[in-house]
């Protein structure tokens, strides 16, 4: 009987290496070795349509979507409300495993948390009422947008007049496309900025960080989420 | 004013400068798509970051090479009657010193991105409807990065050593070098895949410190080109023995009873001036001798530029003297 030939011992550093590519890139803190089957601590700031505060609990579109990412990887979520600032505090303390409240991505934010990918993004518009004739131009028109909406900065840039009022039923309004849509309103054809929602996470827990990306990237309705979410 | 008659290279030396000028109009082609491969993918890795900095500082010798071209084939003129030969010299001081300060401020930004134990994270893409880790795609352009330059460099470092271009055979040698750099940075992100939060902003110091070597050697040949340093034979620290074969060919005339000869590097050809101590009874003739002299000096190398020849009472060293 011909001997057996031995397993060419060079050869087991490569197969090590092939091994381990297989759960490559790992987590510095182990974020999502400690997730499967555990605990997925989540941070809230309120948002709606994406987070909602509700009597029942937390609801909205992204709260959906982190449900969904938890029954994957089998896993209980526990919420904790807070500001922005709390929760990129507590993300970089490695406390929580993600925030979300339809934070948009923003370049201040880059090297002080690690952000998904860009999951949704949205146009600002300018919707009308139906039936109402659309302008030609903007300039000097009022337009009623809410005070905290970056969307104010471009009308402004534009020549209309930004009206930041609570609620202004006859005038037209600016916000993202969706939401245009979702009221019945005719969106405008200027483009006044561009979402890009993101989701904040742990610095340097790369295969977290690519789970969370593949979660994601799953869900491409997430217009008609908001829509249904939008309408009372 | 005299101005200096222009310098021509010979035919054979002429044929593998162009072959040069192409071959660095490739490179250039190959190592700005290095630049933009390295840029798509740069992400927050600090040893990218280190590692793209140097490929993008590394097109100026290139470019100062080329750039340099057009200006050597202008002759010499009124404004400048020594001639464009060193125009070489001004673009390598200015990308020696750029390589430098990055290198120092890579160093400086790696090293406190270590010492405040900052996490590296590198995100994902969509790549044909995949979500890829990006790290992978980091890796693929530094090998693209280390492989292309390993190649051209070859080629370079023998064109360069054919016509004693050194701006040249400068990059060939970067370029050899820097695949050690590619591949540190291939091991930093692998090791911040494999969970090591350190691995990155290591990676990027060490780069750093090739960055600064690279800029610190550099500042070197400039300097000592501009500070009129004896010539060196390329590639090499040792001084070039051609002053004292000039010397010793003139010294071997007839007419000449001293000889002394100092040279500089004028870019890749050389001018410099020679005192002669005529022999007795030769002083009458010296403007038809100095003449001939200057012709055999000027033919003895083909980088030989223009030597200046100087009739001079005996007060130079006896050994130099028959």
């Given amino acids: ?232 | 004013m005299r101005i200096r008659p222009p310098y021509r290279l010979p035919p054979d030396r002429e044929q593998a400068f162009r072959r040069m000028v192409r071959l660095e109009w490739w490179t250039l082609g190959l190592r700005l798509s290095i630049v933009l491969g390295l840029g798509l993918v740069l992400g927050n890795s600090q040893a990218m970051k280190a590692a793209w900095v140097e490929d993008a500082i590394g097109l100026t010798p290139s470019i100062a090479f080329l750039v340099s071209c057009r200006w050597r084939k202008r002759d010499p003129d009124r404004d400048f009657p020594y001639g464009y030969q060193r125009a070489a010299v001004i673009a390598f001081l200015c990308a020696a010193v750029a390589l430098s300060l990055f290198g120092v401020f890579l160093l400086v930004d790696s090293s406190l991105k270590l010492l405040q134990g900052e996490y590296t994270t590198i995100g994902s893409v969509m790549l044909f409807g995949e979500i890829v880790w990006l790290g992978w795609l980091m890796i693929a352009a530094l090998l693209y990065s280390v492989v292309v330059p390993l190649v051209i460099g070859h080629l370079q470092e023998r064109a360069a050593r054919a016509v004693h271009e050194k701006t040249v055979l400068v990059d060939a040698r970067m370029s050899k070098a820097d695949w050690t750099t590619g591949l540190a940075a291939v091991v930093g992100i692998l090791g911040v895949g494999a969970g090591f939060w350190w691995a990155d902003a290591a990676a990027g110091a060490l780069i750093a410190f090739s960055v600064c070597k690279d800029g610190f050697v550099n500042l070197r040949e400039a300097a000592g080109d501009l500070l009129d340093r004896r010539p060196h034979r390329i590639g090499t620290r040792e001084p070039d023995s051609l002053t004292e074969d000039i010397e010793r060919e003139l010294c071997a005339l007839d007419w000449v009873f001293a000889a002394e000869v100092r040279l500089r590097e004028e870019g890749s050809v050389l001018s410099g001036e020679a005192f002669i101590v005529p022999a007795r009874g030769h002083e009458r003739d010296i403007v038809e001798r100095l003449a001939e002299a200057e012709q055999l000096v000027r033919e003895f190398d083909w980088r030989i530029y223009e030597v200046v020849l100087m009739p001079v009472q005996s007060e130079l060293r006896p050994e130099r003297s028959r």
Avoid: K
């Avoid at chain 1, 709260?63 to 970089?92: C, F, K, P």
């Avoid at chain 1, 090297?111 to 998904?116: D, F, N, P």
């Fill in chain 1, 1 to 232: 009987m011909p001997p057996c030939p031995a397993f060419p011992s060079r050869l087991l550093p490569l197969l090590v290496v092939l091994l381990a590519a297989c759960r490559f890139p790992q987590d510095t803190e182990g974020t999502l070795e400690q997730v499967s089957g555990g605990r997925l601590e989540v941070g809230l700031t309120e948002n709606p349509p994406w987070v909602m505060r509700t009597p029942t609990g937390p609801a909205g579109v992204e709260v959906e979507l982190v449900r969904e990412l938890a029954a994957g990887l089998d896993a209980e979520v526990r919420w904790h409300w807070g500001t922005e600032g709390n929760l990129v505090e507590a993300l970089r303390a490695h406390r929580i495993h993600l925030a979300v409240g339809g934070i948009e991505d923003a370049p201040w934010r880059r090297g002080v948390v690690a952000t998904s990918r860009v999951f949704f993004r949205d146009l600002d518009v300018v919707g009308f009422a139906p039936g109402t004739v659309v302008p030609e131009s903007l300039a000097g028109r009022p337009v009623a947008v809410t005070i905290l909406d970056r969307a104010g900065r471009e009308l402004e840039a534009m020549g209309a007049r930004p009206v930041y009022a609570q609620a202004a039923p006859d005038l037209p309004v600016a916000g993202p496309m969706w939401q245009v849509r979702a009221r019945g309103l005719v969106p405008g054809p200027w483009t006044l900025g561009e979402r890009r929602h993101v989701w904040l996470l742990p610095p340097g827990e790369n295969g977290w960080i690519l789970h969370v990306d593949r979660h994601l990237a799953r869900h491409s309705d997430l217009a008609e989420r908001l829509r249904r979410a939008e309408r009372p």
